[in-house]
T-cell receptor, first 118, second 116 residues
Framework: ETGVTQTPRHLVMGMTNKKSLKCEQHLGHNAMYWYKQSAKKPLELMFVYNFKEQTENNSVPSRFSPECPNSSHLFLHLHTLQPEDSALYLC?????????????????FGPGTRLTVL | AQKITQTQPGMFVQEKEAVTLDCTYDTSDQSYGLFWYKQPSSGEMIFLIYQGSYDEQNATEGRYSLNFQKARKSANLVISASQLGDSAMYFCAMRGRSGNTDKLIFGTGTRLQVFP
């Protein structure tokens, strides 16, 4: 596997279900991200992890719970979701550059998980 | 506040022609990075090209080039010799600071359709 992979690619779940999205990066990066992309809305940053530590929670509801066991893996645990949570969930990774080099810190994305909440 | 504006919701171009996708940005940072991504219908966001605010030359990557005009705060993407496979959504993004965190701030995108 190369780049950033995400599983599953498609997920349909009921509002009472519990499911998890998985992201894995094979780029040797230190930072990982979860984004939500809804129809006709800009990409929304949800969570950021840098060296396994959460550095950003962009006011995301608690029904979304991230987990980053190591720099290569990122999970998004889902429970009691709402229909408005239906969206494309994208994972990304980057080197996690800081200081003067941070502007060059390019994020590489996975193929996304298309989530439908019934 | 940091902001990216893409004013073209959709663009059409004939195969083998060049096309320019517009992007303007707003920032008070002295140093920043600008990125373009391509998103086909499959969903994956593919990194295309990067331009640093202090780079004196416009960035180029194969058929992609970035027309960077710092004084106008614009970073337009130019695709030369368009191919049918270039049909996709294109997003301009800027590495900016929001509060204490660096974020990649995206525009709303431009849908490019290449026709034969």
């Amino acid at each position: 596997e190369t780049g950033v992979t995400q599983t599953p690619r498609h997920l349909v779940m009921g509002m009472t279900n519990k499911k998890s999205l998985k992201c894995e990066q094979h780029l040797g990066h230190n930072a990982m991200y979860w984004y939500k992309q809804s129809a006709k809305k800009p990409l929304e940053l949800m969570f950021v992890y840098n060296f396994k530590e959460q550095t950003e929670n962009n006011s995301v509801p608690s029904r979304f719970s991230p987990e980053c066991p190591n720099s290569s893996h990122l999970f998004l645990h889902l429970h009691t979701l709402q229909p408005e949570d239906s969206a494309l969930y994208l994972c990304a990774s980057s080197q996690g550059l800081a200081g003067p080099e941070r502007e060059t810190d390019t994020q590489y994305f996975g193929p996304g998980t298309r989530l439908t909440v019934l | 506040a940091q902001k990216i504006t893409q004013t073209q919701p959709g663009m059409f171009v004939q195969e083998k022609e060049a096309v320019t996708l517009d992007c303007t940005y707003d920032t008070s940072d002295q140093s920043y990075g600008l990125f373009w991504y391509k998103q086909p219908s499959s969903g994956e966001m593919i990194f295309l090209i990067y331009q640093g605010s202090y780079d004196e030359q416009n960035a180029t990557e194969g058929r992609y080039s970035l027309n960077f005009q710092k004084a106008r705060k614009s970073a337009n993407l130019v695709i030369s010799a368009s191919q049918l496979g270039d049909s996709a959504m294109y997003f301009c993004a800027m590495r900016g600071r929001s509060g204490n965190t660096d974020k990649l701030i995206f525009g709303t995108g431009t849908r490019l359709q290449v026709f034969p």
